[in-house]
């Protein structure tokens, strides 16, 4: 799997979009760091993996080559991602990726016209300095 960024796109913007591609490049999904915090060192994760190829482990793929981004890349000390508790993919990718459960926030969001839960999960890069 390739993660590309649009040309001139840079964390320093507050967001940094890697659009994912498969051996054949065929477009795969994007993964996201936003809310980026240079004071704290921080930043949220999200990921959309196109309807076709979930299932499929490149969820669990992208989630992994971003961490190693980050670690080459970034001056990051900490990366999180707020899953919705009826999302069970995501939940098992973030796991699976070593992010651990740090937080939840009752009723955060509304699907399907009700309210439900919110889980924070959360990785401490290993190469940043406190």
Same mark, same amino acid.
């Given at each position: &799997?390739?993660?590309?960024?649009?040309?001139?796109?840079?964390?320093?913007?507050?967001?940094l @979009?890697? $659009?994912?591609?498969?051996?054949?490049?065929?477009?795969?999904g994007?993964?996201?760091? +936003?809310?980026?915090?240079?004071?704290n060192?921080?930043?949220?994760?999200?990921? /959309? /993996?196109s309807?076709? $190829?979930?299932?499929?482990? $490149?969820?669990?793929? &992208?989630?992994? @080559?971003?961490t190693?981004?980050?670690?080459?890349?970034?001056?990051?000390?900490q990366? $999180?991602?707020?899953?919705?508790?009826?999302?069970?993919p995501?939940?098992?990718?973030?796991?699976?990726?070593? +992010?651990?459960?740090?937080?939840? &926030?009752?009723?955060? /969001?509304?699907r399907?016209?009700?309210?439900?839960?919110?889980?924070?999960y959360?990785?401490?890069?290993e190469?940043?300095?406190?």
């Open positions: &799997m390739i993660l590309k960024a649009q040309q001139g796109d840079s964390l320093s913007s507050g967001k @979009t890697l $659009y994912a591609f498969d051996s054949n490049d065929n477009p795969v994007c993964v996201e760091l +936003y809310n980026y915090d240079p004071v060192r921080r930043a949220a994760v999200g990921i /959309v /993996v309807n076709e $190829y979930r299932h499929q482990g $490149y969820g669990t793929e &992208m989630i992994q @080559t971003l190693q981004f980050c670690h080459e890349n970034t001056s990051l000390h990366i $999180y991602a707020d899953i919705a508790a009826t999302n069970t995501s939940l098992h990718i973030f796991q699976h990726a070593g +992010y651990i459960h740090c937080a939840t &926030m009752r009723d955060w /969001v509304i399907s016209n009700r309210f439900i839960d919110t889980h924070r959360q990785l401490i890069l190469n940043s300095t406190s």
